[in-house]
């Protein structure tokens, strides 16, 4: 398979695994509703956010869409187009070294992306699929990434959204009239598109011009260009006329006796003449719920990029002459890739969450049909995190005044739910290795089931502190920070044979059920049983701060 080189490829194909771990400090004055929602905006470079969201949600989401900077150099906010930010360009000096100057826009727009890529792909569950914003720039580009991290085989299609209303008069060469939305499983054989509902108009379509007892009907053409043996013979119309065979270079899509069966069940239409080439009636009550997605995505569907700036103009009250400053993605056509993507209960994340229209269709969606999904924002600056995505977020969901071209105040209820606002705290260690002062046992046990097993702590693991959890037949067991309410020196935090003795057994554990025995893995200070002793009791023990792994 054909592989995209770039400078700087070499320092960043591997870069997601040094990015350190770090804390979640959850802010509640800037939290909206419920905390415990299961909605998160977290303000931050989304790569680290991406790294410090793992231990929690490692194969958990079903949903990804991004929207990245598509590097046409036109635009100045932090993730610029032109991929030239101070903050981008000291992250490549730190990572990619002294290449980093002599990097093109198109290798810095590269090195930015493939560690993130990568870290959301370990995100997705493997019935999930991530949806790609971009348009000509750096189309050819993620295609070749995303083939090299997300496999060739799970490319499932290019979407072209028409982005404009109208044509662009001052466009130099030809009015560049959609963006595409590029769309990868985790595992294409796995995947499967929801069918999108039917619209008022596609229904509309369905007539019932001779009254038939099964309801409207759309005709259906008989005649197919692909090759069928049985597909070519005359027809006699009611009316008389003879029909030789199907047009030039078609066949009849069923034999001769099929269509006699559809005849006799009043199935075949000759028109209001009966003379007319016969034609297949399709019954709307027949048809299967909902429509095959497809790959061409109207304006008059899904929105257009003058209707998202009137959206979020409206939501946040923003006067005429107020600069939207970014330009936002549609709440329908976001919709239209949840309708395809999710079900009720599902985590959808957005790591370049810009204004927040993905949590505003989540909570759109939700309204609409109870559906209970989560989303998980990630935005890096903190001047459009808090006044711009939180502001809005929290519009939607509690109720805001807008005034229409009239000056007429207008009212909109809030469409419910909530989110918890988190920042990037520090790291899990100190630049000599030590667990910080500050971590809490949550903390260092997210971080140690999630290396052990690769998945996030069972959501009832605090039931049964100091098992985390037991995954594939192996116990993982954490002893920090006085976890067995013994208050001397190292008290519980040394595996002797007394802590040994008090261990929760894994026989119901958190998790995987009905587990006897086994081995397990123990995190501790210290250890005062033999490693001969250990081996016979099926134990391996690692010492914190030296044996917890980073990944």
């Known amino acids: 398979m054909p592989t995209l080189n770039w400078i700087g490829k070499d320092a960043v194909i591997n870069h997601h695994k040094e990015v350190p771990f770090r804390l979640l400090k959850c802010r509640a004055d800037l939290s909206v509703g419920n905390p415990d929602s299961g909605n998160l905006l977290v303000q931050g470079d989304n790569l680290e956010a991406l790294k410090a969201l793992l231990p929690y949600y490692a194969e958990q989401v079903k949903c990804i869409y991004i929207d990245p900077p598509y590097n046409t150099g036109n635009e100045g906010w932090v993730y610029n187009d032109n991929v030239n930010s101070p903050e981008m360009r000291e992250w490549l000096g730190n990572v990619v070294g002294t290449k980093s100057e002599d990097l093109s826009r198109h290798d810095k727009w590269l090195c930015m992306m493939y560690p ?19 348009d000509d720039n750096e189309v050819q580009s993620l295609r070749y990434v995303m083939d090299e991290i997300f496999g060739a085989q799970n490319f499932v299609a290019t979407v072209i959204w028409q982005k404009m209303d109208s044509p662009k008069n001052t466009a130099i060469h030809l009015s560049e009239d959609h963006d595409y939305i590029v769309i990868y499983a985790k595992n294409a ?38 090759f069928y043996s049985q597909g070519r013979y005359s027809i006699t119309t009611p009316s008389g006329r003879v029909i030789d065979g199907p047009p030039a270079g078609s066949y009849w899509r069923v034999s001769k006796d099929k269509f006699a069966e559809l005849e006799q069940d009043n199935r075949i239409w000759w028109g209001k003449s009966g003379s007319n080439r016969p034609g297949i009636k399709r019954f709307l009550s027949e048809v299967q719920e909902g429509v095959v997605p497809q790959t061409l995505w109207f304006w008059k569907d899904v929105g257009s990029t003058r209707h998202s700036k009137q959206e979020l103009s409206q939501i946040m009250a923003m006067g005429a002459s107020q600069d939207l400053f970014i330009t936002p993605k549609p709440i329908s056509l976001i919709e239209r890739i949840l309708q395809i993507a999710t079900s009720p209960g599902d985590y959808v994340l957005d790591s370049f969450a810009g204004s927040g229209t993905t949590g505003n269709a989540v909570l759109r969606m939700n309204n609409g049909n109870k559906g209970n999904r989560h989303f998980i924002l990630v935005e890096i600056d903190e001047k459009i995190a808090q006044p711009v995505t939180a502001e809005r977020l929290r519009r939607v969901a509690q109720g805001y005044d807008w005034k229409d071209q009239k000056g007429n105040e207008i009212h909109e209820e809030g469409l419910g739910g909530g989110f918890r606002f988190c920042e990037l705290g520090t790291t899990l260690f100190d630049p000599n290795r030590q667990i910080r002062e500050e971590v809490k046992y949550n903390d260092l046990a997210q971080h140690v089931y999630f290396v052990e097993t690769g998945q996030p702590l069972p959501q009832n693991a605090k039931k049964h502190f100091p098992l985390l959890g037991v995954s594939n037949e192996t ?66 023990f690692k010492q914190i701060p030296y044996e917890i792994r980073e990944m």
């Open 189 to 226: 054989s796995v995947w499967r598109p929801n069918k999108l509902p039917r619209s008022e108009a596609m229904v509309a379509r369905y007539k019932n011009p001779d009254n038939d007892s099964r309801g409207p009907w759309l005709l259906s053409d008989l005649a197919a260009r692909n």
């Open 116 to 134: 993130r890529l990568v870290l959301l792909h370990e995100m997705l569950l493997d019935s999930g699929a991530i949806f790609i914003s971009i």
């Open 475 to 540: 116990a993982i067991y954490l002893l920090y920070n006085g976890i067995l309410k013994d208050k001397s020196v190292n008290g519980g935090n040394v595996l002797t044979y007394d802590v040994l003795e008090g261990l929760p057994p894994p026989s119901v554990p958190p998790k995987d059920g009905g587990m006897k025995g086994g081995l397990k893995v123990i995190y501790g200070n210290g250890c005062r049983i033999s490693k001969a002793r250990l081996n016979d009791l099926g134990i391996v």
